[in-house]
């Protein structure tokens, strides 16, 4: 099993930053897949960030060029460094890792961005 704790959400105003943190714990070893989701208000989860298989990582295009995704393996910590914040980033954030074939989701950071 795998547990996520996501923080660093937050009110801020558009143009600013944020940056969130997962933190893992548990059978980390196993982790075989990590992204960052978010659920805007009256909407369905969407794919923000996330690792690929090759190491590299890959963006929505709702959000390339202005997020950063990376990982500290020492502190089995994964990040989301998110700058130009618009009001349509406004959303409950969730990281989520995969572990042999079940997928975890922690219980989310929530993100408001002020016009």
């Known amino acids: 099993q795998v547990q996520l704790v996501e923080s660093g959400g937050g009110l801020v105003q558009a143009g600013g930053s944020l940056r969130l943190s997962c933190a893992a714990s548990?059978?980390?070893?196993?982790?075989?897949?990590i992204g960052w989701y978010r659920q805007p208000p009256g909407k369905q989860r969407e794919l923000v960030a996330g690792?690929?298989?090759?190491?590299?990582?890959n963006y929505s295009d709702s959000v390339k060029g202005r997020f950063t995704i990376s990982r500290d393996n020492a502190k089995n910590t994964v990040y989301l460094q998110m700058n130009s914040l618009k009001p349509e980033d406004t959303a409950v954030y969730y990281c989520?890792?995969?572990?042999?074939?079940?997928?975890?989701w922690g219980k989310g950071t929530l993100v408001t961005v002020s016009s």
């Open positions: 989520n890792v995969y572990s042999r074939g079940m997928s975890y």
């Open positions: 548990g059978s980390i070893s196993t982790i075989n897949g």
């Open positions: 690792f690929t298989s090759g190491g590299g990582s």
